[in-house]
Structure formats: C-alpha cells, structure tokens
C-alpha cells in the first residue's frame, strides 16, 4: 500500500511539471474535467468542483457542453429574445460558480446574475399575463398595492420597483413566501454588489442570539431581526444550488399560471 501511494504521489508531481509547462493549457482543461466529472454525485445534479481549482476557463463552452455549468432550460421561453438575455445571464451565473472571481466575491456574482434572470423573468410574466397593455398591468399593481408611492408617477411596468412587483403577484396568490423569500434575499445580494455596499454588520453570532429571542407567539414579532438573520444566514450558506432551484422554481410557477 505504501508503495502504490508513494507511486501515486510520483505521479501527482508528474502532472503538476505538466501543467507548468507552456503549451499544456489544453492539459489543464482536460484534467479538469475528468475529475469534475468524478465528483459529480447523484445527489447533486448541477456541479461540484470543490476538488478541482479552475484557475483559467480557456473556453467556456467545454465546461457547458459536458454539463460542468449547470444551465437552466429556458427552451420553454417562446421570446427569442428574452430567452437569450436569460441563457446569457444563467451562463455569466455559472461562470461565477466556477470561481472565475475571488472565493468571497464568487457567492454574491452568482446571486447578482441569478437576479438578473429573476427580474427578467417577472417583466416577462406582466408582460404576457397583460398582453403588453401596460396601462391595465399598473392597474393591477395600484389595486394590489395602493399605498405605493412609485405607482403614482409610474409609465411601465419594467420601471416599477422589483419588490413591488413581487409583493403583487404574493398578494395576488400567483407566489406563496416559500418562493419569494429567497428572491428577495437576491434583490438585496445584487443591490449591496452593484452599488458595493461597505456598511458594518452586526456581527452575526449577536444577531442569532436575538433571533432565538424572538417570541413566536407575539403578535409584534421583531421582523426587522428575522428577516435579517435569515438574510444573512443565505449569504453564509452560500448554497448554490438553492439559489438555481429557487430561480427554476420561479420560473416553472410563472409558466404555470400563464397556461391556465
């Protein structure tokens, strides 16, 4: 066993000269992956590359025609143009995840992209569900939410603000809190990344000794504290796969309600 695992080590020496070698960029992305390939489970059917860095994507379509990007299928999005904007945006996603960007910017790239298919995706649903008659789709929003400001000076719908288009379609049954809470928590994720959002936090082991605080039976719960301790325990979890399957989700619902 010693020797077959000091020959094994031989040949991790041997591969790393490889790589180091000009010319041998088509190594790398070979080996990578062949071993991506080996630690894609069953469980997770879009992507693990824990074990492997990908310091350099070389072509990107490598890594989406063997399913090392998992992609979203918007084939069922009759707009050429809009299921274009969304592949573009769900590839730029999986780009993120492959760690094109540092380890702690990656997650909140990720996000901001999946955001951008999100919106895209409710801009769409208003659009078809009104049939581009924009003046009845702000009637609907004003009868849904009359309190808002925006609504009030408002021309389109695509101007509206995204968390008053989402509390609509809550309001209106068409999304239930399971599927809206972590769109929300991308809405705010793609705000702090595109205007680079610096502001302390309070520190989070302080922030869930309050949030196990929280009297669930009150009926003036502290929803500032639960909203943002959930808020920050997505961004620590950081779990890729929950953000795909949230905007999959949104978008099979939309569809849904668009055939009925």
């Known amino acids: 066993m010693d020797k077959k695992k000091h020959n094994l080590k031989q040949l991790i020496s041997f591969i790393e000269q490889l ?6 960029d088509w190594f790398h992305d070979e080996l990578a992956l062949l071993i991506s390939k080996h630690i894609i489970t069953e469980r997770d059917t879009t992507i693990k590359l824990a074990a492997v860095t990908v310091k350099e994507l070389g072509s990107i379509d490598k890594y989406i025609e063997n399913g090392l990007i998992p992609l979203i299928d918007y084939d069922d999005i009759e707009d050429h143009a ?16 492959l760690s094109q960007f540092d380890q702690v910017q990656s997650f909140p790239e990720f996000c901001k992209y999946a955001f951008f298919q999100v919106e895209q995706l409710i801009n769409y649903y208003y659009h078809l569900r009104f049939k581009g008659d924009v003046p009845a789709a702000l009637a609907f929003l004003k009868r849904l939410y009359p309190t808002s400001q925006q609504l009030k000076n408002t021309a389109s719908v695509a101007s509206v603000n995204f968390a008053t288009k989402l509390f ?7 999304l239930v809190s399971a599927v809206v809470s972590p769109l929300n928590h991308l809405a705010r994720i793609r705000n702090e990344v595109l205007h680079r959002t610096s502001e302390s ?3 989070f082991e302080l922030l869930a000794e309050r949030y196990a605080q929280v009297d669930w039976q009150a009926k003036d719960k502290d929803w500032d504290v639960i909203n ?24 099979q619902v939309l569809l849904y309600h668009l055939s009925r």
């Open 201 to 203: 936090e309070e520190p």
């Open 168 to 174: 609509a379609l809550r309001k209106d049954g068409v």
């Open 82 to 97: 809009v299921r274009l904007a969304l592949v573009r945006d769900c590839v730029e996603m999986g780009k993120a995840r």
């Open 19 to 24: 790589l180091q070698e000009e010319g041998n």
């Open 228 to 251: 943002e301790y959930n808020y920050r325990l997505f961004k620590r979890e950081e779990d890729y796969n929950k953000v795909m399957q949230s905007v999959t989700q949104l978008k």
